[in-house]
């Protein structure tokens, strides 16, 4: 049996529920994922006005402390009604350390006054790869997931807005799909399956136990 190389990579983000989401989309791969907390790395600032600009400093961040490759994650909602808004901000929509609870009720208040035509939604989740600091060629990859906002909280799985993010076509919000469901919609797989194809397209990603089951 030829044994399986390896291959260690960061994943830079202290998002829990962004980490264990990234960790099972990645189980049948070669890629061995290991959080930026087992480095002790800094979360990086995230200055930047788009995901792929955020990404891309988080991926470089972590490549720069641990001398490893990384793959970084910038996700976000984007609302129709709010004019994009909160994107970038997702996380921090109601405050630089907001809770999930917190940001999700501002988006709640925000909405109240938007008619049901009014409420498309849909997240965006951008990754990046990075092989050192000094890559000039990282590869980035972009996924979408369409839906709109519902009135109130419903479901108790995922984490962020899943609660009011309603998944177009199923009429369920985010947060009532089980696991393996929502990884074969999410923005999130949608950009790591692309993410995938590239790594064994450039051949920096070669020793693969099965194809991924997304």
């Keep these: 049996m030829v044994k399986i190389q390896k291959v260690e990579v960061v994943l830079a983000t202290n998002n829990v529920g962004k980490l264990h989401e990234l960790r099972t989309l990645l189980l049948e791969t070669n890629l061995e994922c290991k959080p930026q907390t087992e480095y002790q790395i800094p979360e990086a600032e995230e ?17 720069c402390y641990s001398g490893l490759p990384s793959i970084a994650d910038d ?10 808004a909160p994107g970038v901000h997702s996380s921090r929509f109601a405050g630089e350390n907001a809770t999930d609870t917190e940001n999700l009720e501002k988006l709640l208040d925000a909405m ?23 890559d000039p060629s990282p590869l980035i990859s972009i996924g979408t997931w369409e839906g709109h906002i519902g009135t109130k ?62």
């Design 47 to 63: 200055i930047g006005l788009t995901f792929i600009e955020n990404a891309l400093i988080k991926a470089r961040n972590a490549c």
């Design 75 to 84: 996700s976000g909602l984007e609302v129709d009604y709010l004019q994009g």
């Design 153 to 214: 909280k419903i479901g108790h799985r995922g984490f962020g807005y899943d609660p009011i993010f309603i998944v177009e076509n199923i009429g369920q919000t985010s947060a009532e799909l089980d696991i393996g469901q929502k990884n074969l919609l999410s923005h999130r797989s949608q950009a790591l399956r692309k993410l995938v194809a590239q790594l064994q397209s450039k051949r920096l990603f070669l020793n693969q136990k099965r194809p991924p089951i997304f």
């Design 112 to 134: 109240q006054k938007a008619l049901p035509d009014q409420r498309t939604a849909r997240f965006h989740c951008v990754l990046a790869y990075l092989r050192s600091e000094r």
